[in-house]
């Protein structure tokens, strides 16, 4: 298994949760919206920090590069947290039009986001890792196997 394999894993799992409450919120369950959110929420922050904790800071030291893709990636998750806080806030007033217009941007820098990890990041880590314990550790964080 690669290093960057539970983070591919758990893309999808966040992503199907973003659906479960971003279905339940536009239909006007909102009390299935503030559960589904909440793990939502939970989970984003869960994989925001896996990687801001762990797999950046181990790829910045294997390669020396600080100021560059994981920097971006950092700056991306700030944009996404403001977003959830956006959501969060629309949810408890029950503003669909809020919520919705939040969860669309929201949506659009995720897809952005998780393609240039996927595809230029988690690449870079797993050739500088190699055979790295960050693995293992995102395992045990993210719960996937």
């Not at 479960?20 to 922050?45: I, M, N, Y």
Request: one cysteine or more; hydrophobic letters at 40%.
């Amino acid at each position: 298994m690669s290093v960057t394999a539970p983070l591919f894993q758990h893309h999808k799992h966040c992503d199907e949760l973003f659906a479960q409450a971003e279905d339940a919120c536009a239909g006007g369950d909102w009390a299935t919206g503030e559960k589904a959110f909440a793990l939502l929420l939970d989970q984003l922050e869960t994989h925001f920090t896996s990687e801001e904790e762990l797999l950046f800071p181990a790829f910045e030291t294997a390669t020396g590069m600080t100021s560059g893709p994981t920097e971006v990636m950092r700056g991306e998750h700030r944009q996404m947290r403001d977003l959830l806080g956006q959501m969060k806030d629309a949810l408890a007033s029950k503003d669909s039009d809020a919520f919705g217009g939040a969860a669309d941007t929201l949506l659009i820098l995720m897809q952005q986001h998780n393609m240039k990890e996927e595809n230029i990041l988690y690449p870079m880590c797993d050739n500088a890792l190699g055979s790295s314990d960050v693995g293992a550790s995102l395992v045990e964080r993210l719960k996937v196997s």
